[in-house]
């Protein structure tokens, strides 16, 4: 497939997004608000719920399938206050000793002003940092877009999974050819050089597992690709769940230390 369809596919209004993936698969789920500090973020969606017997962390970002939510939910793009969020249920989880799922959908973190103020850069780097020392397993489950800072800060991950037609960059398409060409309908240049599909992040050792989705994108049959997403999450749980605290942060921490080792 090319990366033209990919970006189609991921890009269309009605494929799946957290909520719905959470519907499905963890019909207990439990939300929580606030990053105590500043208020509550809405682009950012966490909470409890349990799996194959064993209680979870989960936390997503979340894309509008409309000019609403989209404007709701801030177009994916969470302000600091949303990743301190993610990082306070994390740190929860590791206190409660329950397994961390994030699901990663997100154009970006908000480059604004007021994000800027509220410490973005800094709440974006602690994430990063924490994440790397907790002690829980943490599985990153990219379901769409993963863009830039905002998806580096839910994926610091032991087992990374990528639907097939998600996306993991430094930047978006468009973004890298006004940045490179000043010619953003270039973007499609710009995508094949980013590498950023699933079988490229796959290749480059930054992904476990690729999810295959049903034709048409999982927007096609979303119950299907809701299974199978639950049946990698309850075989990641088995495969973590007698693995020492030491070990699954030792895991983690070699895994990003052998990053580009392959390239060399």
Same mark, same amino acid.
Not at 14 to 42: A, C, K, S, T
Not at 244 to 254: D, M, N, P
């Given at each position: #497939? ?14 799946? &997004?957290?909520?719905?993936?959470? /519907? ?13 500090? $500043? ?34 939910? /801030? ?34 973190? $908000? ?14 780097? &602690?994430?990063?940092?924490? #994440? #790397? ?11 769409? /877009? ?11 991950? /032991? ?20 940045? +490179? ?5 270039? $973007? ?13 992040? $796959? ?7 690729? +999810? ?53």
């Amino acid at each position: #497939m090319s990366i033209a369809e990919k970006l189609q596919i991921v890009q269309n209004p009605y494929r799946p &997004n957290v909520i719905d993936y959470i /519907n499905i698969i963890f019909p207990d789920f439990l939300e929580m608000h606030g990053d105590r500090l $500043y208020g509550d973020d809405p682009s950012i969606i966490g909470g409890l719920a349990a799996l194959d017997g064993t209680p979870l962390t989960i936390v997503g970002q979340i894309r509008g399938r409309n000019l609403k939510e989209n404007l709701a939910y /801030n177009f994916s793009m969470s302000h600091p206050e949303g990743f301190r969020k993610s990082l306070r249920l994390m740190k929860q989880a590791e206190k409660f000793h329950r397994p961390i799922i994030c699901f990663i959908d997100t154009l970006g973190a $908000y480059p604004g002003v007021e994000a800027e103020t509220r410490g973005q850069s800094a709440a974006i780097a &602690n994430s990063l940092m924490e #994440m #790397m020392s907790l002690r829980v397993p943490i599985f990153g489950i990219f379901i769409g /877009n993963g863009v830039s800072g905002g998806a580096l800060a839910l994926s610091v991950a /032991n087992e990374t999974v990528m639907l097939e037609n998600a996306l993991f960059s430094i930047i978006s398409p468009k973004g890298c050819a006004n940045i +490179l060409w000043k010619d953003p309908s270039r $973007y499609l240049e710009a995508a094949e050089s980013l590498k950023m599909t699933a079988e490229d992040i $796959y290749e480059l050792k930054l992904a476990d597992i690729v +999810l295959k989705e049903p034709d048409g994108g999982a927007q096609a049959d979303l119950v299907s690709m809701a299974s199978r997403i639950e049946e990698t999450i309850v075989s990641l749980i088995r495969k973590y769940r007698f693995v020492s605290a030491g070990r699954i942060q030792k895991k983690r921490y070699e895994k990003y230390r052998k990053i580009g080792q392959h390239l060399r």
